[in-house]
């Protein structure tokens, strides 16, 4: 889960957690807001960390292609446009 623009986003991850256990999303939240400090599988993973900045640059990657090709895209989670890096 990650903010943008004040508008927060979940993940396929984030509601997976949310139907085992709404509580833990709703912590893990509280963490990732400075509300409280991250427990457990929170904590900083330098491997988790490695592998969501690949993942992150590879889904840039992949968003400044379609940009290149379309022109823009348009992201119904957010239900705004993309039409480079903003």
């Known amino acids: 889960m990650f903010l943008l623009d004040d508008v927060l986003i979940f993940s396929a991850s984030d509601l997976s957690q949310a139907a085992e256990c709404e509580y833990a999303l709703l ?8 509300r409280i400090e991250p427990a457990g599988a ?31 895209v348009w ?3 957010t239900d705004r446009a993309w039409t480079g890096r903003n």
């Open 42 to 72: 929170d904590r900083t993973d330098p491997m988790l960390a490695r592998t969501s900045e690949l993942g992150d640059a590879h889904e840039q990657r992949q968003l400044d292609r379609y940009v290149e090709l379309f022109g823009m």
């Open 27 to 34: 912590r893990r939240l509280d963490a990732k807001l400075g």
């Open 75 to 77: 992201c119904g989670s």
